[in-house]
């Protein structure tokens, strides 16, 4: 699996820029207040990831410093789940989408390998 580093500009709220690390399947995208993956829909990688975007993965190697997701109770799109650090960065791992945890498989203080799944998530 290669990677390679790119540059994005942010398209809304305020324009502030951001940076990405592609990868098979899309590109993880960081921006003020959290990080996304952005699916390259041609790719098949990124249909077999979108089919199971149930689960939040860890966009790089990062050390967990919070962990807000609890196993059992709702959550709406946007809320927080986990906060990682790296690079002497916070990046904040929202819900995709509405529904409810399922599985919380990171704690506090751990260190996670990039594309580890971090919490999944079940619809409501």
């Known amino acids: 699996d290669v990677l390679r580093a790119v540059e994005v500009e ?15 399947g899309g590109t993880w995208v960081g921006f003020p207040g959290g990080s996304r993956f952005i699916a390259d829909p041609s790719s098949p990688q990124s249909r077999s990831a979108v089919a199971s975007s149930d689960a939040v993965l860890a966009p790089m190697t990062a050390k967990v410093i919070q962990v807000r997701a ?5 959550v709406t799109e946007g809320d927080l789940l ?6 002497k960065m916070e990046y904040r791992l929202t819900a995709p989408r509405t529904g409810s945890v399922a599985k919380v498989s990171c704690k506090e203080g751990e260190l996670v390998d990039l594309g580890r799944v971090l ?6």
């Open 10 to 24: 942010q398209e809304v709220g305020d324009g502030i820029g951001g940076g990405g690390i592609e990868r098979a």
């Open 70 to 74: 609890v196993e059992g109770s709702a």
């Open 82 to 87: 986990v906060v990682l650090e790296a690079m």
């Open 119 to 124: 919490v999944e998530l079940v619809k409501l």
